[in-house]
Structure formats: structure tokens, C-alpha cells
């Protein structure tokens, strides 16, 4: 295999930009095997998903024609417990992609230490080219396909890109249909009326900055003044920023996929989000000038969220990151090459599987009050959040200081180790 350095220089050289997950993942998780002594076999098992179902269906379209769509569902390990992932609708959507994400969601759930194992799904379609009632459709079919391998103590999906709260409602109303009666725990992130948990919306970006706070305390700094730039101002972006806002922080950056807006005096994010809100875009903002939407990533801030998409932060641009501190808010922002020259300019890094942790933690919160009938108060949600995420960062905190690694790698070493203690008592059949 190609070193990921070279492979990231040919990537470059070649125009084409997306860095295989499949690596990234399998580099990041060696790094934490090499850092344990868990049995050989142990490692094996977690080196190769449990399960990829691979399907092809046909949807009827609103012009009456019929197009054909694969989908996917790979479930990389359950020995936690059921498995947990998103569903994806996206052009690109891959096996391969869905296997590396699969792989991320088993590790961040044994490192919050959930009851679950990994999963993620997706259809390959364009979901901007399709209307609702295609979607619909497309959702409706997709679940079928995929129902033999779904349910609440066996895989239980969520939103990811392109699918919403609607998009969940569709699938638990498909598979309650064909098991004749209502199943709520089928997926979560569901809307409220449908048993959707109060503050699951927020709870991402809640996460990213409660982990950013904590890293904060411990390394003897106030969050009070500190600036930040938010690139994604997305559902995890927006919410983070608003969160270290009220910590005290100032976010003087942000963008989305239209432009960038700086302003160190502070921008005015209620402004912002009601732009969006009426125009989905932050470039029909016209209270200041937009800028290129990458110059947020560089500029001279104290903390940098990157909370877009994968491969973001990359060999080719993260000498050019300003920030001593990156929250991970999207999965997979910054490539092994670049975590390198990251930790040797001294930015702390707080990895994806640890920051943007807080939406799975409330989506297990929404599952067990769907399978216990019970609703609580989102105080009582948001407090069992804060401590869960309070305890793992200092996890991983004494886990990285104890070995003298990376908060990245400490992070996996904690879900590792977690992992292949359950493997040890489980033990092997016969
Ligand atoms: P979202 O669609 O709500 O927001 C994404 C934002 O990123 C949008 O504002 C989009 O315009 C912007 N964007 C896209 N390309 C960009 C670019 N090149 N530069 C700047 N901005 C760009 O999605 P989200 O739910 O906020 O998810 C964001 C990331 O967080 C994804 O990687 C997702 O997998 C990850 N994540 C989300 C959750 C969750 O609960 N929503 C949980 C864990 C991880």
C-alpha cells in the first residue's frame, strides 16, 4: 500500500481531492493497536466489517419511469451491542464509504461506552435532483430491502447527510408496517411527535463544545475571549458555535459550502442563522462582504471547528492552520499526513470520534426512552450529555498523557481496549 503522504501528493497533483476513508480509518486505528496489547486475533476481527448487505432496487419516478438505485447498510461490529449508524443519500455514496464510516461509528460508540456496535448506510442518488415524493419512495423501498438486517435490538439507523428527521419517519413507518404494530426504537433522530428526544437537534454541537471547554480547563486556559472559527455552518457548526458563545468564546469566522464571513469584532449569529433560515445560504448575507469560503479555515484564531465535510484539513493546507486548538465537528476533517504536521506545530486536536460524539449519546437516550415508554425533560437529556462527554474527555486526557500520544490515538486506545475486553469474556464459539 502507497504511503498516505504520497498517496495525498498524487491526489493533489491529480486534481482529484477525496483521501479514501477506508485508509484514513484503517491508519488511525493501527496506530492504536500498535499502542495496546490486545490479543492478534482481537485485531483481526476489528480490521474487517461483520456484515456489508449491498442492494439494487427500482423506484418508480414521478414521470412514471423507473430507475434503478443501490444502497447499502454494513454493520462493522456488534459485539457491544446492536449496531448504530446514519444513512446516508449522496451521489458518492460507496460500499467503501459506508464500511469506513461503519468502522468510525463502532469506535466513537465504545469510546462514549454505549450499548452498540457500528453501522452506516446510504442510497447513491442525488437528492437534490429528486423531489419528496421520490424520496419517499426511494426511503420506503431502501427499508424494505434492507428490513432482514434492521430492529431495535439488531441495527437501528439515524440522519446523516442528506436524510432528515422526515427521512427517519418514513423508515420507522415501513417497518412498523410490515411487523404490524408501531416500533419507535427503529431509528432515532426521529421528529419529537414521533418520540424524536428533545435536544438530539443540538446535541452534536453541545458535544463539540463541552469537549472544547474541557480541553480548555485542562490545559489552564479561559475559554472567556477566545475566538473561533466555525467552518460548516451546518446543524453541528451552528449549534456549536452558539454553545461556545455562551461559554464566552467569540466566534469571529464562519462559512458553508456558498462563502465565508469574518468579522473579529464578532459576528452576530442570530443574524446568520435567520439568513439561513430564509435563504438556506450565507452568501445572500447582506449585512458585510463575503470572502472565499476556505480563507475561514486559515485565519488567526485561537480555535478552528471544522464541521463541513471529510478531508478538509489535508498535507497540502494544514501548515496553513492558524488555530492552536481544532474541534473535529464533521467526521474525518483532517488526514493522517496532516495530523502529523498538526502535532508537530503543537495545535491539539480534538478528534472527530470524541467531539462530535454528543449526537449519538442523545440518539442512545432517544432509544432507551422509546424502548422503556418513558419522555424526559431535555434539562435531564442535557445533563446526562454533559456528564457522559465530561467523563470520556478525561478519559482520554489520562489515557493520552499516560502513553504519550495523541488525543486522536488515546481515543481509540480507550474504544479498543473496551471492545477487546467484551471479546475476552465473550469468549469464542465452540
Ligand atoms: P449540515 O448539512 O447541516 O451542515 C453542513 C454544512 O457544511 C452546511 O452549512 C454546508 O453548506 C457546509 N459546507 C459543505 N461544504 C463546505 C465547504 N467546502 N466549506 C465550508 N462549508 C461547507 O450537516 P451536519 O449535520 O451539520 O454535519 C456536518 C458534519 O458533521 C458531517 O461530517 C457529519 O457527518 C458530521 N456529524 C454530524 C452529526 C449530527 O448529529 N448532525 C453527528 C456526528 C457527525
Same mark, same amino acid.
Given at each position: 500500500?502507497?504511503?498516505?503522504?504520497?498517496?495525498?501528493?498524487?491526489?493533489?497533483?491529480?486534481?482529484?481531492?477525496?483521501?479514501?476513508?477506508? %485508509?484514513?480509518?484503517?491508519?488511525?486505528?493501527?496506530?492504536?493497536?500498535?499502542?495496546?496489547?490486545?490479543?492478534?486475533?482481537?485485531?483481526?476481527?476489528?480490521?474487517?466489517?461483520?456484515?456489508?448487505?449491498?442492494?439494487?432496487?427500482?423506484?418508480?419516478?414521478?414521470?412514471? &419511469?423507473?430507475?434503478?438505485?443501490? $444502497?447499502? #447498510?454494513?454493520?462493522?461490529?456488534?459485539?457491544?451491542?446492536? @449496531?448504530?449508524?446514519?444513512?446516508?443519500?449522496?451521489?458518492?455514496?460507496?460500499?467503501?464509504?459506508?464500511?469506513?464510516?461503519?468502522?468510525?461509528?463502532?469506535?466513537?460508540?465504545?469510546?462514549?461506552?454505549?450499548?452498540?456496535?457500528?453501522?452506516?448506510? $446510504?442510497? +447513491?442518488?442525488?437528492? @437534490?435532483?429528486?423531489?419528496?415524493?421520490?424520496?419517499?419512495?426511494?426511503?420506503?423501498?431502501?427499508?424494505?430491502?434492507?428490513?432482514?438486517?434492521?430492529?431495535?435490538?439488531?441495527? /437501528?439507523?439515524?440522519?446523516?447527510?442528506?436524510?432528515?428527521?422526515?427521512?427517519?419517519?418514513?423508515?420507522?413507518?415501513?417497518?412498523?408496517?410490515?411487523? $404490524?404494530?408501531?416500533?419507535?426504537? /427503529?431509528?432515532?433522530?426521529?421528529?419529537?411527535?414521533?418520540?424524536?428526544?428533545?435536544? #438530539?437537534?443540538? +446535541?452534536?454541537?453541545?458535544?463539540?463544545?463541552?469537549?472544547?471547554? %474541557?480541553?480548555?480547563?485542562?490545559?489552564?486556559? =479561559?475559554?472567556?475571549?477566545?475566538?473561533? !472559527?466555525?467552518?460548516?455552518?451546518?446543524?453541528?457548526?451552528? &449549534?456549536?458555535?452558539?454553545?461556545?458563545?455562551?461559554?464566552? +468564546?467569540?466566534?469571529?469566522?464562519?462559512?458553508?459550502?456558498?462563502?465565508?464571513?469574518?468579522?473579529?469584532?464578532?459576528?452576530?449569529?442570530?443574524?446568520?442563522? %435567520?439568513?439561513?433560515?430564509?435563504?438556506?445560504?450565507?452568501?445572500?448575507?447582506?449585512?458585510?462582504?463575503?470572502?472565499?469560503?476556505?480563507?475561514?479555515?486559515?485565519?488567526?484564531?485561537?480555535?478552528?471547528?471544522?464541521?463541513?465535510?471529510?478531508?478538509?484539513?489535508?498535507?497540502?493546507?494544514?501548515?496553513?492552520?492558524?488555530?492552536?486548538?481544532?474541534?473535529?465537528?464533521?467526521?474525518?476533517?483532517?488526514?493522517?499526513?496532516?495530523?502529523?504536521?498538526?502535532? =508537530?506545530?503543537?495545535?491539539?486536536?480534538?478528534?472527530?470520534?470524541? +467531539?462530535?460524539?454528543?449526537?449519538?449519546?442523545?440518539?442512545?437516550?432517544?432509544?432507551?426512552? !422509546?424502548?422503556?415508554?418513558?419522555?424526559?425533560?431535555?434539562?435531564?437529556?442535557?445533563? #446526562?450529555?454533559?456528564?457522559?462527554?465530561?467523563?470520556?474527555?478525561?478519559?482520554?486526557?489520562?489515557?493520552?498523557?499516560?502513553?504519550? /500520544?495523541?488525543?486522536? @490515538?488515546?481515543?481509540?486506545?480507550?474504544?479498543?481496549?473496551?471492545?477487546? %475486553?467484551?471479546?475476552?469474556?465473550?469468549?469464542?464459539?465452540?
Amino acid at each position: 500500500m502507497k504511503s498516505n503522504k504520497k498517496k495525498e501528493k498524487e491526489i493533489r497533483e491529480g486534481g482529484y481531492m477525496e483521501f479514501s476513508l477506508t %485508509e484514513m480509518v484503517q491508519e488511525q486505528v493501527e496506530k492504536a493497536f500498535s499502542c495496546t496489547d490486545i490479543p492478534e486475533y482481537v485485531q483481526n476481527i476489528l480490521k474487517c466489517p461483520k456484515l456489508i448487505l449491498e442492494v439494487n432496487f427500482p423506484v418508480r419516478m414521478d414521470d412514471g &419511469h423507473v430507475e434503478c438505485f443501490k $444502497g447499502f #447498510r454494513c454493520q462493522y461490529d456488534n459485539a457491544l451491542g446492536p @449496531t448504530k449508524g446514519g444513512v446516508r443519500y449522496h451521489p458518492e455514496v460507496s460500499k467503501e464509504e459506508v464500511t469506513a464510516l461503519a468502522a468510525w461509528m463502532t469506535w466513537k460508540c465504545a469510546l462514549v461506552d454505549l450499548p452498540y456496535g457500528g453501522a452506516k448506510g $446510504g442510497v +447513491a442518488c442525488d437528492p @437534490t435532483q429528486l423531489s419528496e415524493t421520490e424520496l419517499e419512495r426511494i426511503t420506503r423501498r431502501y427499508t424494505t430491502e434492507i428490513m432482514p438486517i434492521l430492529g431495535p435490538h439488531l441495527d /437501528i439507523p439515524a440522519p446523516d447527510v442528506f436524510t432528515t428527521s422526515k427521512t427517519m419517519a418514513w423508515m420507522m413507518d415501513t417497518f412498523s408496517m410490515f411487523k $404490524g404494530y408501531t416500533e419507535p426504537a /427503529i431509528v432515532t433522530g426521529k421528529p419529537e411527535v414521533l418520540g424524536g428526544s428533545l435536544g #438530539r437537534k443540538q +446535541a452534536t454541537g453541545r458535544g463539540v463544545a463541552i469537549a472544547t471547554r %474541557e480541553l480548555y480547563k485542562n490545559l489552564g486556559k =479561559k475559554l472567556k475571549g477566545a475566538t473561533v !472559527a466555525v467552518q460548516g455552518f451546518g446543524n453541528v457548526g451552528s &449549534h456549536a458555535a452558539f454553545f461556545l458563545e455562551e461559554m464566552g +468564546a467569540e466566534i469571529v469566522a464562519v462559512s458553508d459550502s456558498s462563502c465565508g464571513l469574518i468579522d473579529y469584532d464578532g459576528l452576530h449569529l442570530e443574524d446568520l442563522t %435567520e439568513c439561513i433560515e430564509k435563504h438556506q445560504c450565507l452568501i445572500q448575507f447582506s449585512k458585510m462582504k463575503p470572502c472565499e469560503r476556505d480563507e475561514v479555515l486559515y485565519q488567526d484564531v485561537d480555535i478552528l471547528i471544522p464541521a463541513a465535510l471529510e478531508n478538509q484539513i489535508r498535507e497540502d493546507n494544514a501548515d496553513n492552520i492558524q488555530a492552536d486548538v481544532v474541534a473535529e465537528g464533521a467526521n474525518g476533517p483532517t488526514t493522517p499526513a496532516a495530523d502529523e504536521i498538526l502535532e =508537530k506545530k503543537g495545535v491539539h486536536v480534538i478528534p472527530d470520534i470524541l +467531539a462530535n460524539s454528543g449526537g449519538v449519546i442523545v440518539s442512545h437516550l432517544e432509544w432507551a426512552q !422509546a424502548l422503556s415508554g418513558l419522555r424526559w425533560e431535555e434539562e435531564e437529556i442535557n445533563q #446526562r450529555l454533559e456528564k457522559r462527554l465530561v467523563s470520556v474527555f478525561d478519559k482520554v486526557w489520562k489515557k493520552a498523557e499516560e502513553k504519550k /500520544i495523541s488525543l486522536r @490515538t488515546a481515543a481509540y486506545v480507550v474504544a479498543i481496549e473496551r471492545i477487546a %475486553e467484551v471479546y475476552s469474556y465473550r469468549g469464542l464459539f465452540p
